[in-house]
């Protein structure tokens, strides 16, 4: 714990008014390791960090560690286990008000006199604190961990430990002396002393970490390069310590002088970037080991004004394709490509498989070239460059490195990245080595024909978004392919903040309301609507304000409100559906009310002035605390329900279709159907007590937000299933 500000007025030496310095000191007390802390001031959220645990049952497991201030002091505190699922949702985050009501003492019985408060017992308060102080970093309380990992993911660089960049050397160097990568395979396993290397990095992969409770080091990281010289091509791996220190700074085009490296079999399992259009040999059964001891590598970052042609490395190569181009790029395919992005979606998180606690984050890009009508449709995941990430939104241009081509039927054809993409936005070009490619030069060339005003019109941030469509036919097995009803529950119950999954359920649509916002001036306008299904559940009345939006909305018909936060009276107005109980309702055994459609599911208009804020938004919840202003957004609110074929659970799902051409998910096929209400409602009796199958996209939103929108549905024919118009 740490005095952030100074105190005048004092009691027995601690700040009158300090919460934290009252409890540290009775908790550092022999005869008070516990502490209720009940109706105390609420303390700030200033950090929430992220570690390996230092206990495990067999898979591995993650800790927390949150620092909160009460405005006078400031202190970091362990987060009990029991309360990692407050920050799984989102619930307990940065910059937020919690209210301790329990906390204890824990002492260090290897450290002598070391120890840390473990918070056991909170509330979540207001999400925008007043009390926010100073911010800084360290290493974990628990101490046999040496740093912090990135917050939502295991692939990003976290903490100051990372050296954003390392100066490259204008020593004279002695080249007289130094064998070429085409020698090494023939050296490998035997006894040598490794003559230098001088090598171009053509290729950067993200990080790994592969961190475990059992494993005994303290920078378990590696990274993949793969390095170029005059004989060929060859990868070099960095390892442990060795990546926070030189990671940042080894980009594509660097030339490196490597010292005491060593060199080990490949491994055959990773992947590999294609570099044919380099056109030079790959030697692939070896690969360059550089470690921090046994042996210390040495590593010269070359300064580029030192490096001589008599060298002879390879220039670096890229393989930029057009849109136009992009149908006849064969699948699996690697390109690179340049666009002007016009929608950035939200960032969301998808659970690698095998493992509880370990997310891949990823979000989809729409950017346009002038050479087809339609967007490259682009699936980024992290790329180990966070600032680069968090930045891309529209009117930005945007280069990915390494992307995959992915053809699906019935979808226009998309890119994936892989595990050597890499990002490049606005304010990250200078200086990278594709600014000269002609590719490049072509779309600058066609960038300064548009008109900021124009494009800005056809610009959209966050909302859902989920490529690419389902397939015509559900092909699989019910038995296989089917989500049990009890499993259903488990699914949304065990979802983390912004983790992305998609399920199917059987069920039976009980009832199809169509919502339409009409677009007056006056801001807010009322309207009565009824149910397409009046003979099963009596009408009822919906209450909505302005949204500028349409939406298919299925299930009973229970109690809706579209509502403008904006005004403070209706901004917390939240439907009670206890009070609202349906027919439906009472036939089965439970009732999932959290799902449905929220503010964060519909895309919002890109501006220049709301930039930060939108990105805010799209963005995952900071590390540390971001001063940023707030935007009141439109909040919609839908509760109705999908009952299973069983009848057992009910899911509050809605459907969201497109309505206009500019809409993101307008580009996803060859013939974009934009829905009319006269088609929609003239289709809705034909669902009337029908046998579907309902694939659905959940997403946490955060704290109680569970976000569950119909993809796709499919009418059950025995033997098989048929889409059904619209969705």
């Known amino acids: 714990m740490e005095d952030s500000a100074s105190c005048s007025s004092t009691v027995d030496g601690l700040p009158r008014e300090s919460f934290l310095a009252r409890t540290l000191a009775r908790l550092s007390s022999t005869q008070c390791l516990n502490v209720s802390a009940e109706g105390a001031a609420p303390v700030a959220v200033v950090a929430l960090q992220r570690y390996l645990s230092e206990k495990s049952e067999g898979l ?32 307990l ?36 604190s007043a009390l926010l102080a100073a911010l800084r970093s360290d290493a974990p309380l628990q101490v046999s961990r040496k740093h912090y990992l990135s917050l939502w993911n295991n692939d990003d660089p976290e903490g100051d430990i990372w050296t954003s960049g390392c100066s490259s050397s ?22 040598w002393k490794p003559l230098p290397l001088l090598v171009k990095i053509i290729h950067k992969s993200r990080l790994r970490y592969y961190g475990k409770f059992e494993l005994k080091i303290d920078y378990p990281y590696q990274a993949y390069f793969e390095v170029a010289d005059q004989s060929g091509t060859m990868s070099l791996v960095l390892w442990n310590e060795l990546c926070p220190e030189f990671y940042q700074s080894l980009s594509v085009g660097t030339v490196l002088y490597i010292q005491n ?82 929608f950035v979606g939200r960032v969301e998180r998808v659970k690698n498989k095998g493992n509880k606690e370990k997310y891949w984050t990823y979000r989809w890009i729409h950017a346009v070239d002038g050479t087809s009508d339609l967007p490259f449709v682009l699936e980024v995941f992290s790329t180990s460059q966070p600032e680069v990430f968090s930045r891309i939104c529209p009117m930005t241009y945007l280069v ?20 050597e993409t890499e990002t490049f936005i606005t304010g990250y070009h200078k200086g990278q080595p594709y600014v000269s490619d002609p590719g490049v030069k ?50 949304l119950e065990t979802l983390h903040y912004r983790e992305h999954k998609k399920v199917a359920i059987q069920g039976q649509i009980t009832a199809v309301r169509y919502m339409k916002s009409p677009k007056t001036s006056r801001g807010t306008e009322e309207k009565e609507v009824k149910d397409i299904f009046p003979k099963h559940f009596p009408p009822r009345a919906v209450t909505f304000f302005q949204f500028e939006k349409k939406s298919l909305l299925l299930g009973s018909t229970d109690f809706l409100q579209v509502q403008d936060v904006s005004t403070d009276a209706c901004e917390h107005a939240v439907p009670d559906t206890h009070k609202h109980p349906s027919t439906q309702r009472q036939e089965v055994s439970e009732h999932l009310v959290r799902g449905g459609l ?3 599911s519909v895309s919002r208009r890109f501006t220049f002035d709301e930039k930060n804020v939108l990105l805010q938004q799209s963005n995952l919840q900071p590390t540390h605390f971001q001063k940023t202003k707030k935007r009141q957004f439109a909040n919609l609110l839908c509760l109705n329900s999908l009952p299973g074929i069983n009848k057992q659970i009910a899911v509050d799902a809605a459907y969201l279709p497109v309505v206009r051409s500019d809409e993101p998910g307008a580009n996803q096929c060859d013939s974009p159907d934009v829905c009319l209400a006269e088609e929609v409602l003239a289709t ?19 704290g109680d937000e569970m976000e569950v929108l119909i993809n796709k549905v499919y009418r059950v024919l025995t033997p098989r299933t048929v889409p059904v118009d619209f969705f």
Not at 69 to 86: E, I, Q
Not at 111 to 121: A, F, Q, R, T
Not at 401 to 416: C, D, N
Not at 686 to 695: I, N, P, R, S
Request: hydrophobic residues 30%.
């Open 170 to 191: 204008d020593t004279v160097l002695d080249v007289s002396k130094i064998t070429l990568l085409c020698s090494l395979e023939s050296c490998f396993r035997k006894t």
């Open 442 to 491: 072509r779309f600058i060339q066609w960038t300064k024909t548009l008109k900021d005003n124009v494009v800005l019109q056809k610009t959209a941030v966050g909302g859902h978004y989920c490529y690419p469509r389902p397939p015509q036919a559900f092909s699989q097995s019910i038995a296989d392919a089917l989500s049990e009803e009890n499993k259903q529950r488990i699914e």
């Open 684 to 702: 809705a009796p034909e669902l009337e007590d029908t046998h579907v199958v309902c694939v659905l996209d959940l997403c946490h939103l955060g």
């Open 400 to 419: 990915c490195t390494q992307m995959r081509v992915r053809h699906v039927e019935g979808s226009l054809p998309y890119l994936t990245s892989s595990c």
């Open 598 to 600: 929220h503010r964060a």
């Open 261 to 342: 490296y060593t060199l080990k079999q490949s491994y055959s399992n990773r992947s590999h970037p294609q570099m044919d259009h380099h056109r030079m040999k790959s030697f692939n059964s070896v690969e360059i080991c550089l470690n921090p001891r046994n042996p210390i590598s040495f590593l010269t970052l070359v300064s580029p004004k030192t490096v001589l042609p008599q060298w002879g490395l390879p220039e670096v190569c890229y393989q930029f394709t057009t849109r136009s181009e992009l149908e006849n790029v064969s699948h699996n395919s690697a390109c690179d490509v340049i666009g002007l992005v016009t």
């Open 93 to 128: 985050r940065t910059g937020g008000d919690i209210d301790i009501t329990q906390c204890s003492f824990v002492y260090d019985e290897r450290v002598l006199g070391h120890g840390y408060i473990c918070v056991e017992k909170l509330r979540c308060g207001a999400e925008r």
């Open 60 to 91: 591995d497991s993650y800790s927390y560690d949150v620092t909160v201030t009460d405005g006078v002091w400031r202190a970091k505190c362990l987060v009990h286990p029991s309360l990692n699922g407050l920050v799984h949702s989102n619930s």
